[in-house]
């Protein structure tokens, strides 16, 4: 009963995820990883990613950066590659370590700027957006921890918040259906995983409609004042991970 009363509020936290707060995005692995492993909490969840993804991408159909898509969707895939190349050959943690740091880069990069009163908007671009958006696949593919480099690209750039969330939703679930079929092949899902899911699956969708609402009915700034507390925090969660593996 504990298994699924924690993994229906790990769904819930998916969907809502989907439906434009990343903020709650981070609790969902660490909360079934009290009952089962985390590689086989996080092969139960990204069903329940994918399921959420298709209602929020109907959700947010007017509202993502087509510029932004067309050049962060085909750099997640180059990452993904990458990482399926090299999944055995790179740790866990260092990539949550470099994904951590990542993030409080940005978040250190970004209060500078507040401070000197540059409050200027960064316009999207290829370099920079290929690069983002293939560490983002990559980190994403290796240990489910995309967010860090895709708001590192995409905060600078102030787009409103629905486009934000909207542009989100729908890179994150291209990345979720690419990364399915490695996972088919690395034994993280199965047809028990999918048993659950059937059961699991009003739950994803639910917190997909409730996200969907809480983000329209936020504040833009609140919002955004949000996500940045919700990178932070992750980021931290990523350091104290990286701390209890490497220093047990």
């Known amino acids: 009963m504990a298994f699924w009363i924690a993994a ?7 969907g809502m995820s989907k439906g434009g707060l990343p903020m709650v995005a981070m609790l969902g692995v660490p909360i079934l990883s009290v009952f ?8 139960l969840l990204l069903p329940m990613y994918i399921l959420a993804d298709i209602y929020a991408v109907w959700l947010f159909r007017g509202y993502y950066s087509a510029r932004n898509l067309k ?15 090299l ?10 370590l470099v994904v951590a740091l990542i993030g409080l880069g940005y978040l250190g990069d970004a209060l500078r700027k507040r401070l000197a009163g540059d409050f200027a908007a960064r316009p999207a ?19 489910h921890a995309g967010g860090p480099p895709f708001q590192a690209y995409t ?16 890179t994150f679930a291209c990345i979720n259906w690419m990364k399915l079929p490695p996972y088919i092949l690395a034994g993280q899902l199965d047809w028990q995983s999918l048993k659950q899911v059937a059961v699991l699956a009003p739950l994803a969708l639910f917190g997909a409609w409730t996200g969907y609402r809480l983000t329209r009915w936020l504040p833009e700034r609140a919002f955004f004042v949000l996500v940045n507390v919700a990178l932070g925090l ?3 969660k990523l350091l104290v991970e990286v701390g209890q593996a490497w220093w047990p």
Request: aromatic fraction near 10%; charge should be positive; proline fraction near 10%.
């Open 125 to 143: 671009d290829v370099p920079r957006g290929l690069f983002w958006g293939a560490l983002a696949g990559f980190t994403s593919y290796i240990s």
């Open 155 to 170: 905060l600078p750039q102030k787009m409103p918040k629905m486009m934000f969330a909207g542009t989100a939703t729908i």
């Open 8 to 14: 229906a509020v790990a769904t819930l936290f998916v």
């Open 87 to 96: 999944i055995s050959r790179v740790p866990v943690e260092a990539t949550k």
């Open 234 to 236: 992750l980021c931290l």
């Open 36 to 43: 089962i492993p985390p590689p086989a909490a996080a092969g």
């Open 71 to 85: 050049i962060l969707i085909p750099a997640a895939a180059i990452g993904i590659f990458v990482a399926f190349l």
